[in-house]
């Protein structure tokens, strides 16, 4: 059938078409099936249904004005057609039947090419969230990630790689083990994500020093003349997959198992990584409690890197306290720079950083087995790593001379002091993460929470127990109420109700 | 934050919003969320993110500005929210929990109210599909959603009525069944669908005699003066939550059971019946393949029906074949008043209905056990039920003196001749369908294929199997270029293969 072409001053994400509903009918279609407009070819849209187009018309998203050329046709004509083959092989996943390597690749590609509705996307989340994977299942949707999108291909090896399962606030080891590896020799292109529920990605954090919007091209060339690079995943098209999954998972609050490892697997692949060293911070509040959660995540995570061709190591970390004492991406750029600058900072941050890099380093064969550590710190003191990182941030476009004395938190600032004298016994993480993101982290980059005392501490009455910073005095304002409802860090012997005592310094 | 309201012309079928992807980010909201639009009262909407909305401004589809006021204002005040609990719910299901009465009660009162967005339909039908319910959550699923939309109260019982669980083609029982009813003097107010994926539901038949489009007052009052009515539910608001499911299952293709289960009795109780009696065909190419399958479903019925305090039975009936020898609306019609005219007609047709009819007859009370069946016969024979659904015809609206030879099929129509002398063999029922809708039922009420031989029956070559009737030339043509493809009538040793014979008549 023939339609007059109404446009729709919006985008749908995706190609897709409104018909009216009588219209519909007459061509046996309903909401989320597909047609095709043929025009000078052919093009495949999702079909809604609605009575605000009138009779004989069809509502276009921009999406499809804009394939179809410069200017808009007035008439095009429409045929149903079939839903993609993904949605049977989705429906099989609901049926929990196993999928070919096959199946898997074109659900990936359709979900890549935004061919599939949200209904369908979100039937596949839940299904494999239900069900999980088998490990063929999960090694072919890796697979199928990585060829989905763009990689990188370098001339020389070993490529090393990092990656943290997160959940832990203040955990701005990259900044320093990138710089480590990188100067032993060894290469390190690491693409990292922005915060999405934390408040500082690694992302928000190397964009305090330097253009963290890299595209493939740029991060293979800078890997190369320098040897390693921050760069945010996001302005890359490597496995695009993830994010479009993302979309369909965060409303739902779900984060299926199988889909994290492939993941942070394809993520690695796509750069052409040879060793990857993967922190696991277990421990209340992060992503694994238990110990024998993190082994497990461990064994498959390792596992699917050898059905890759990638060598995987992983380390578990303590993550029921902050890595370091800042959280936000400035005054945690500033905590890492001082280190490099100084060697003087918090020990959590120098150990787990030096631990990790160390592993790398004894993978990539750039120092013996078992002398690691003792060689990462050893980069750490003689200034070789903070000599790299300026390199690092030179070749991305930053200012190399910078120091952490020039690194500013934000104007606006809150100390919550203890109500009594004690040891700190509880400290929540999550809480600390909810009020640096109330006072506009990680979007405004200077705020955050600075961590005056951990759990174990000894605290005196009226003494800092964390400072909040902010951009905007509203924003600080906000975070001081949400701190002082429900405090996140408790002092033993303090009363466990609403205490005003927040000053404004 | 203030917004300046940019009106979207287009209705999203729920409070929807779009923000510029930077102002979300500072408010902390992504796809998905809920945020509450201040004007004088709060709206929750759903907020999608998107570049064409420039920053500072606030998208706002139709349906926020109908609900803000006849001049939607200038700005608007947003404020992320919480999404309703109803989604914490939902991902109960998911977990494969046991959920509450309430909160079974809230998911499906937000369905109703359009809070939910296309995701979390999706993960909820998808979860419910895979993990099935327990007696209790059918029984609460089923009250929720009688209590989310209108009721009917009878002052007079009891309240009779049938239901038929489909997937057969030419089941036009209703027709007869409800006058033979009602003129036995029970009442029966039913109310039916109309054809999804079939060539005519029991809405579209009668709409050949009949407006269907009634409120539930006017099947209250057209039920309590001539005993029985046969109107779409569509046009009512009983158990609306119904249709909203249905819009998320259909597009993966399932019919989760337990919500089978609930949708059936849901309609029957908002209409207040205190016995029903379900058609449940068996057979290949039905919705219930076996016997087993049948009685398990029956049983369920009749455990939810009592704990609802309604009477069930169930009669399970031979699918594998049509009733009658018509499919498509008009054909239909006209094979049901031959019946009822002059009690000429297929056995199947007269033997069916009356089955059914001499159940709900005994079940009211109005016939002796076991003298239900003769009862209807007689109630058919001697003109009564032909007398009443003319008073029901006219009491909706319709012309009570109409006759089955007023009643006309498509002008445009054609044979398929049989290429062999033998038996009929195979009888494909989808495959009936599939070419009654391509020739346009039931959408062109005239459209339909008639069937001259049924399975077991013997044919001559050269005679016709089936005709199609179509009001459009096109549409013909269509449907005779499908048959002929794949043969819906397979003649022992007739060669399976493409064989052009169709004849124009």
């Known amino acids: 059938m023939e339609f007059k072409i109404q446009q729709l001053q919006i985008k749908a994400g995706k190609y897709k078409v409104v018909l009216n509903t009588e219209d519909a009918k007459e061509l046996g279609t309903r909401g989320g099936d597909r047609v095709q407009l043929k025009d000078h070819s052919y093009l495949t849209a999702i079909a809604e249904t609605g009575d605000m187009i009138p009779k004989g018309s069809v509502g276009v998203y921009q999406e499809i004005c804009e394939k179809m050329g410069k200017v808009c046709p007035l008439t095009v004509d429409i045929i149903p057609t079939s839903r993609p083959s993904s949605v049977a092989f989705i429906k099989k996943v609901m049926d929990h039947q196993k999928l070919t390597q096959e199946e898997i690749y074109q659900i990936v590609q359709d979900i890549v090419r935004d061919n599939l509705t949200e209904i369908e996307m979100a039937a596949y989340v839940t299904a494999s969230y239900i069900h999980g994977m088998t490990s063929d299942e999960v090694e072919w949707l890796t697979r199928a990630m990585i060829d989905t999108g763009e990689k990188i291909e370098f001339d020389t090896h070993p490529i090393m790689d990092k990656h943290s399962i997160g959940g832990v606030p203040g955990n701005k080891i990259s900044l320093l083990v990138v710089p480590i590896i990188a100067a032993n020799g060894l290469l390190i292109p690491k693409t990292s994500s922005r915060a999405i529920t934390g408040a500082a990605g690694t992302a928000d954090l190397?964009?305090?020093?330097?253009?963290?919007?890299?595209?493939a091209e740029e991060i293979k060339s800078i890997t190369e003349k320098v040897g390693g690079v921050i760069a945010w995943g996001g302005a890359t098209n490597i496995a695009p997959a993830d994010d479009k999954l993302i979309h369909a998972e965060y409303p739902l609050s779900i984060d299926p198992y199988n889909q994290l490892l492939a993941s942070i697997m394809a993520k690695k692949g796509a750069v052409g990584a040879d060793s990857v060293v993967i922190d696991i911070p277990v421990g209340t509040g992060t992503k694994v409690p238990t110990t024998q959660e993190g082994k497990k995540l461990a064994r498959d995570l390792i596992e699917l890197g050898e059905r890759l061709g990638m060598s995987v190591e992983c380390a578990m970390t303590y993550g029921a306290s902050p890595v370091g004492r800042t959280v936000g991406p400035v005054i945690e750029v500033r905590e890492a720079l001082k280190v490099l600058e100084t060697m003087e900072g918090p020990n959590s941050l120098i150990e787990k950083s030096t631990a990790l890099a160390g592993i790398l380093l004894e993978m990539g064969g750039a120092a013996a087995k078992g002398r690691g550590k003792e060689q990462a710190v050893e980069t750490l003191r003689?200034?070789?790593?903070?000599?790299?990182?300026?390199?690092?941030?030179e070749a991305q476009g930053g200012n190399p001379n910078i120091s952490y004395q020039d690194i500013k938190p934000g104007e606006h600032k809150a100390e919550l002091p203890?109500?009594?004298?004690?040891?700190?016994?509880?400290?929540?993480?999550?809480?600390i993460i909810e009020i640096a993101r109330i006072a506009g982290a990680p979007i405004d980059k200077a705020a955050g929470v600075w961590i005056h005392k951990k759990k174990g501490e000894m605290v005196k009455k009226g003494d800092p127990l964390i400072t909040i910073f902010a951009d905007k005095g509203w924003k600080l304002s906000n975070a001081m109420k949400n701190a002082e409802k429900d405090f996140p860090i408790i002092v033993e012997g303090m009363l466990l109700e609403r205490v005003q005592t927040f000053r404004v310094v």
Chains 1, 2 share one sequence.
């Open 206 to 215: 190397m964009e305090v020093l330097a253009p963290v919007e890299l595209n």
């Open 382 to 393: 003689s200034g070789k790593a903070l000599k790299k990182l300026k390199e690092i941030i």
């Open 418 to 431: 203890s109500p009594a004298d004690g040891y700190v016994i509880e400290f929540d993480n999550k809480r």
